[in-house]
């Protein structure tokens, strides 16, 4: 089976304190699960806090960057893909992924989101309103799971794999 990727997406320059401090810590959890940290590999907000916290523990760190170079980049990015599909990448991750954890909320994650629930990908909301919470339910068909931080998220991760791992 190869690798597990954990797709990390949230705000970028817009996200919050908490948004930041869920994302490393997600970061350091996946990676101390043996499982990859993939994230949109930007040196801003949710993708880059994420990248660190994994980087921290010594886990392995992708970014599914969406230009043709890495200006601009986090350094914690281990594996730079360098897709070239701007906001096309969205769909990148959401198929790299074998979970995905939206940690906090801008336009571009709900893309993120949207598109790995078209996918049939678990996707878990961490931090997330009611509302975008209810938008996001009526397109679920039971991949949707919401958490309340980030050690219950990985948790969540965990029972997602062992489930998928026991049932083939």
């Given at each position: ?10 705000p ?8 930041i ?12 699960a ?15 806090a ?6 921290s523990v ?52 709900a ?13 878990i909301?961490?931090?997330?309103s ?39």
């Amino acid at each position: 089976m190869g690798k597990i990727a954990i797709g990390v997406v949230g705000p970028g320059a817009t996200a919050t304190e908490q948004d930041i401090e869920h994302a490393f810590q997600l970061g350091r959890g996946i990676a101390a699960a043996g499982w990859v940290t993939l994230t949109g590999g930007m040196a801003s907000g949710v993708m880059d806090a994420a990248l660190r916290g994994a980087a921290s523990v010594g886990g392995l760190t992708v970014g599914m960057v969406p230009n043709a170079h890495r200006h601009g980049t986090s350094s914690a990015i281990e594996v730079a893909i360098l897709t070239d599909l701007g906001s096309g990448r969205n769909n990148v991750m959401a198929l790299s992924s074998h979970a995905m954890v939206a940690c906090g909320m801008s336009l571009g994650t709900a893309s993120e989101v949207a598109l790995a629930l078209k996918a049939k990908r678990p996707v878990i909301l961490l931090g997330v309103s009611a509302p975008t919470v209810q938008f996001f339910q009526q397109w679920d068909d039971g991949g949707l799971i919401v958490a309340a931080n980030p050690a219950e998220t990985i948790a969540a991760i965990g029972k997602i794999l062992a489930s998928r791992d026991a049932t083939g």
